[in-house]
């Protein structure tokens, strides 16, 4: 049985990710930061089915402690401050976590579990101020925030550690990948919620940033699968995971308030402090070569995803109605 171990397992993708090993057979390890409050929420179906690990990206002893516990033969480095507004507010924060925690856990491995295959969760944020379109493996990158540079020096010290060390180092450059499982600070699950709570008379108006971003969005669940396949490669390489297929943060809307039958332009407020201080206006990923050597492809279209966040969150925002009468 294969031992996997996933940084950030209570998260979306961790989620879904523990799941999918789950069900190919794994001993699933997830990885968790000590805290007063635990939110296991995502995760809280599997508790008996994984085995949890406290250790933090900002302690170097402490992963190499639970790497040399656990002996993992595949690790997923999905943990991160992952929140791109936030890392205004606290970019010295998002440097620690999302750039030096992913050396810390490459340098933890190296010493170790060197045999040990490594996944690192880059991102479509690493090409923020796009140089061509649509971006592929080799396309420049040019972040527009700290996580987005942040998430470029964890890229690059994953290929650093692979050609310095012979280490079996991957980086998924994943572009947004969304769920009924996405935090609600996430402008998906910002409008889904919101459009349910309006549906259902609990507010009136949704307060949005720009509408005119363009984003390729995909579903998490899918996008998991090609982090394993990766993984399962003879060699190690970068692969972007995308649909191919941009739309504007309109279209979203859009999809989400007819879908419950609302007309969105009656409910949805422009309100300049959702405006990024730097815009990442249009991303578009070039999956190509993860089709033809992982043979890899998004199940889920962007209506599917839209209408399946929105069923979920009218069910959970229904219940919580029910329960508060």
Not at 89 to 99: A, D, M
């Amino acid at each position: 049985m294969k031992r996997a171990l996933i940084t950030g397992i209570t998260g979306q993708d961790g989620s879904y990710l523990a799941e999918f090993l789950l069900r190919k057979g794994y001993q699933v390890h997830g990885m968790v930061r000590r805290a007063s409050t635990e939110k296991f929420e995502r995760i809280s179906h599997l508790i008996d089915k994984i085995e949890l690990h406290q250790a933090d990206l900002l302690d170097e002893l402490s992963l190499i402690d639970t790497f040399a516990e656990v002996k993992p033969d595949e690790i997923y480095n999905l943990a991160a401050m992952s929140f791109v507004p936030t890392s205004w507010s606290q970019p010295i924060l998002t440097g620690e976590f999302t750039g030096l925690g992913v050396t810390r856990v490459l340098e933890a491995m190296r010493k170790a579990c060197p045999k040990s295959k490594f996944y690192q969760a880059s991102s479509s944020e690493m090409f923020g101020k796009v140089r061509e379109m649509p971006q592929t493996e080799l396309t420049p990158f040019y972040p527009r925030s700290p996580y987005g540079v942040s998430k470029v020096y964890g890229h690059y010290i994953t290929v650093n550690y692979r050609e310095s060390y012979d280490l079996f180092a991957v980086s998924g450059i994943l572009f947004n990948h969304e769920s009924p499982r996405r935090g609600l600070e996430f402008v998906t699950r910002k409008v889904t919620d919101g459009v349910a709570r309006i549906k259902l008379g609990l507010q009136k108006e949704l307060r949005m940033g720009n509408l005119d971003s363009k984003r390729d969005w995909g579903f998490a669940g899918d996008y998991v699968e090609a982090m394993w396949l990766m993984i399962q490669q003879k060699q190690p390489d970068d692969y972007v995971i995308a649909t191919g297929i941009a739309h504007s943060v309109k279209d979203l809307v859009k999809v989400a308030f007819e879908h419950v039958g609302l007309n969105w332009k009656k409910h949805v407020v422009i309100d300049p402090k959702f405006m990024r201080p730097a815009e990442v206006e249009h991303l578009l990923g070039d999956s190509t070569k993860a089709r033809k050597v992982l043979k890899w492809k998004p199940k889920v279209d962007f209506e599917g995803l839209v209408k399946m966040m929105v069923n979920a969150d009218m069910e959970r925002v229904a219940r919580e109605k029910s329960n508060s009468i």
